[in-house]
């Protein structure tokens, strides 16, 4: 065999892995002007699509964690002091000229008094109408903006407004910090708020916050069908439906949140106190 063609033989020989060897000029890399693309950090911001699109995500996915990470250390950080705190959830869409809006201006004015925070999803409708009354109180107002494509516009009565794009985060900053939670009528955020805090509850990952809805007519229906429905399936028990009260006495719940908090009282035991309280009067 000619040294020619020996040669020839050993550019196309397998290498140690198996594979063919890169020819020399790509230096390890595909030929210049070849499709073969090589995504870096410095590429992630430009449009990229089909394989090149899954690749980049591949690559950010792990950055994701460092973004979770900040909102939940800088949570921490600002809100280390607002205990006693009570979180008030309610529809972002009920206008100031509602009564509900008016209920939770005046029950947040009260638990302020009380010396209360008052913590909020920073929005409009209930949650403003809660920062309003933490700051006629003369409490601390607190909103857990959220960035959303719409509803959610920060309203202007907050002492310390943090923004979050994650609902897990916000929602861990919601019961970390809490001592009570009020539920105002409102939608699937409300909802999911208030089962939030529940679940918590029943499973004992939290203890045994006082979960306080406002509005007898607007729950009714809700409670109905969980005594009804779920109780009657088994899949809940008579005990858990002593985790939350309903009223439409905006003094009661104050009296209730207040009393579970300097007694250290489940919710049960500090309606009975309430009560019995309030019979000697």
Known sequence: ???????????????????????????????????????????????????????????????????????????????????PAVSIFGSARTPRSHANYRAARKLARELAKRGFSIVTGGGPGIMEAANRGAKDGGGRSIGLNINLPHEQKPNPHQDVALHFRYFFVRKFHFVKHSTAFVNFPGGFGTMDEMFEALTLIQTEKVRELPVVLIGKKYWSGLVEWIRQTMLLQRNVSHRDLDLFHVTDDLEEAADLIETCWRKNLVLSEGLAEVRRTRSIR
């Open 1 to 83: 065999m000619s040294r020619r063609s020996d040669e020839k033989n050993a550019r196309h020989a397998p290498g140690r892995n198996g594979h063919a060897p890169h020819p020399p000029e790509s230096n390890g890399h595909a030929p210049a002007g070849s499709a073969e693309r090589v995504l870096t950090l410095d590429t992630l911001g430009s449009p990229v699509h089909g394989a090149d699109h899954r690749s980049a995500e591949f690559v950010k996915e792990p950055w994701r964690i460092f973004r979770i990470l900040s909102e939940f250390v800088d949570g921490i950080d600002e809100m280390r002091d607002v205990k």
